[in-house]
């Protein structure tokens, strides 16, 4: 199963809504909601450095914010 | 009026490098607190500590001591509370 | 006891003057799903639950400490030599006459920090699951200030703390998981 860090959905748009809708939304759902028990020799960073700016040791973990799909549209 | 004290590039870089390191060596540590029989995550531990223990006695010669309570030598005069602080630079 | 070491934790920068952000981010110093009540509520927990678990509630409590000395950083540093006038556009008019350009625990809203954020219920898988809890909502708070900020350095900043989050929200799931397994787990490899 292919994994996405943010799921997308359409709230309800009323004609008497008085800001100007927001017809996609979204939410995160960051990969430790999918991992379980992490298992043994996961892939690292190449670099420490690397590491550090990305903030995680293991890139199955590196979840970049905002989302590169877009946060929401109008 | 005084003149601003001012950190070289290499105080930045040197510390940049510590900072890295010892960030493997957090993610290894909390996931070692969960994994604890994980022989490669500890032997990389070990491995990595060895590499941040010299990577700071190098910057402590240079800059002064990064830690207290005699964790680091002091040089003299007393340079523990030499400015910058962490939140300073 | 405990020894502070001269470094922050992730090199921390800040653009400009902007004492509007730092209002923001006050949330994350002294409000209920910041760093100071995560630190807080981790180290009292480690007393009370089972060994096996101890040593990571003690860990990433620490860990916690290095995040709220990065967000006093950001705070001192967006605020630092800021004028009255400054303060007061940002809405920090009521702060200033109160602390100066002092840091005080409280959050984005001026309620000042309390014991009451923090939860420890004395049973385990209650504890933890607060704990999952704690590390989403943290998430979720640096998420909406990165939405605020348009300081490209300070979010560089911002997206290592929700990192830091993401992972502590795996490790303390996978002490959730090593809680309710049957025997204590024998890896072997």
Known sequence: MHQTNTKYYYPYISPFDPCPPIIRKSYSTPPQLYMGFQPTNLVQFNTAKEALFCGTLWPAFHDPYPPKEGREDN | ?89 | MWYYEKKLQYPVRVRECNPQLAKYLIEQYGGADGELSAALRYLNQRYTIPNKVVGLLNDIGTEEFAHLEMIATMVYKLTKDATPEQMEKAGLAPHYANHDNALFYHNSAGNPWTATYIQSKGDPIADIYEDIAAEEKARATYQWIINLSDDPELNDSLKFLREREIIHSQRFREAAQMLIDEKDKKQFF
């Open chain 2, 1 to 89: 009026m005084n003149t601003p004290k001012q950190m070289p590039q290499a105080y930045y870089d040197l510390l940049e490098e510590i900072q890295a390191v010892d960030f493997v060596l957090v993610e290894l540590n909390l996931y070692l607190d969960t994994h604890p029989n994980d022989t490669n995550a500890i032997e990389q531990f070990n491995q990595c500590t060895y590499e941040s223990k010299k990577l700071k006695k190098q910057f402590e010669k240079q800059f002064g001591p990064l830690m207290h309570f005699g964790r680091s030598y002091s040089g003299y005069p007393w340079n523990w509370d030499d400015t910058p602080w962490p939140w300073q630079m």
